[in-house]
């Protein structure tokens, strides 16, 4: 089970971390991705982080906004760290796990192959 949480209300240049938290299983040994919706549109991926966290990839609507991490503490949670906010991110977002990571040919955006899903927390960026 992933358990999203953080999401709230916060004006356009602020900052807000989601959190990811997983029960049942360590998330060291999947790719963690992170996906947002916008009322009326489709779900796309904001970012990624393989297992074991050895690298990431991100949107190209959120790089050098966004950072994704896992927690250092063995609290088998993962973590959006989200800056510069802007209206345009204002959706749910959703964190998806993939065991083993998506591979090195992959697309980690693309959500049919991730096994487990969040059930979303809302991002609005309002002022």
């Known amino acids: 089970q992933l358990v999203e949480s953080g999401g709230g209300l916060v004006q356009p240049g602020g900052s807000l971390r989601l959190s990811c938290a997983a029960s049942?299983?360590?998330?060291?040994?999947?790719?963690i991705g992170w996906f947002r919706q916008a009322p009326g549109k489709e779900r796309e991926g904001v970012s990624y982080?393989?297992?074991?966290?050895?690298?990431?990839?991100y949107a190209d609507s959120v790089k050098g906004r966004f950072t994704t991490s896992r927690d250092n503490a063995a609290k088998n949670t993962v973590y959006l760290q989200m800056n510069n906010l802007k209206p345009e991110d204002t959706a749910v977002y959703f964190c998806?796990?993939?065991?083993?990571?998506?591979?090195?040919?992959?697309?980690?955006?693309?959500?049919?192959?991730?096994?487990?899903w969040g059930q979303g927390t809302q991002v609005t960026v309002s002022s």
């Open positions: 049942g299983f360590n998330l060291d040994y999947y790719g």
């Open positions: 998806a796990a993939v065991p083993g990571g998506v591979g090195a040919n992959g697309d980690p955006f693309v959500p049919y192959v991730y096994d487990h």
């Open positions: 982080l393989s297992d074991f966290g050895g690298s990431t990839n």
